[in-house]
């Protein structure tokens, strides 16, 4: 079956450190892949996309298809970036299948 | 302001008791979507909608009903409600195939006693 794996589940790091968010994907073919982040009482909204090969709030996403990955990295973890992080990969039909998410906490 | 409304944003409810779940865009989108988020399992998808009349299932579609009679409309129906639909529920729409970027609604936290 097509999936989007995120291994863990809760993510703590201490303000200033690196972060990586792990997501591996098992699809075939030239993936559409996005970051998708959850802030605290407030709705899903997209971070980032791998097309555009952009940087939202200083996190980045490369697309590696040899481990067909996705991590999502930031150099810096902020306080503010505590929230839960989704990949999601699109498929050719339009349907849009996320992986089970990654709570992070940043601490102080 | 360009939005996804979903209504009710609370709802407690019985087995059985016929339920449906709006859902609204005003950005004039094609493709809308339901997903359903429960601890562990992330989002699943539930029915999509690529545009009015055409609807299809995603992931988990037993036990509810879509329709899109109207291009801002995309209603969820649970016909027979049960305690294994309790859940948050979320509504998405993006503008089309080409522009994928999904926009989300508030949620829906549904109880089924």
């Known amino acids: 079956a097509q999936r989007v794996t995120q291994p863990e589940k809760l993510l703590s790091v201490f303000k200033g450190a690196p972060v990586e968010l792990k997501c591996n994907y098992s699809y075939s073919g030239s993936p559409e892949l996005f970051w998708y982040v959850q802030y605290s009482r407030q709705r899903l909204q997209l971070l980032l996309r791998h097309i555009s090969r952009e940087s939202i709030k200083g996190f980045t996403a490369d697309l590696n298809k040899g481990e067909t990955s996705f991590h999502l990295k930031k150099p810096f973890a902020q306080e503010e970036d505590s929230a839960m992080y989704y990949c999601?990969?699109?498929?050719?039909?339009?349907?849009?299948?996320f992986g089970g998410g990654t709570r992070l906490m940043v601490k102080p | 302001e360009a939005q996804v409304t979903q209504n009710p944003r609370y709802l407690i409810t019985v087995t059985g008791k016929k339920l449906t779940v709006t859902c609204s865009q005003n950005m004039n989108h094609e493709y809308m979507s339901w997903y359903r988020q429960d601890p562990g399992l992330g989002l699943r998808q539930i029915y999509y909608s690529m545009n009015v009349e055409v609807t299809d299932k995603g992931d988990v579609p037993e036990g509810y009903k879509v329709s899109r009679k109207e291009k801002r409309n995309f209603p969820l129906i649970l016909e027979s409600p049960s305690p294994n639909q309790t859940s948050l529920y979320f509504c998405a729409s993006s503008f089309s195939l080409l522009r994928p970027q999904q926009y989300f609604g508030p949620g829906t936290r549904l109880t089924v006693t």
């Open positions: 999601a990969h699109l498929n050719a039909g339009n349907m849009l299948t």
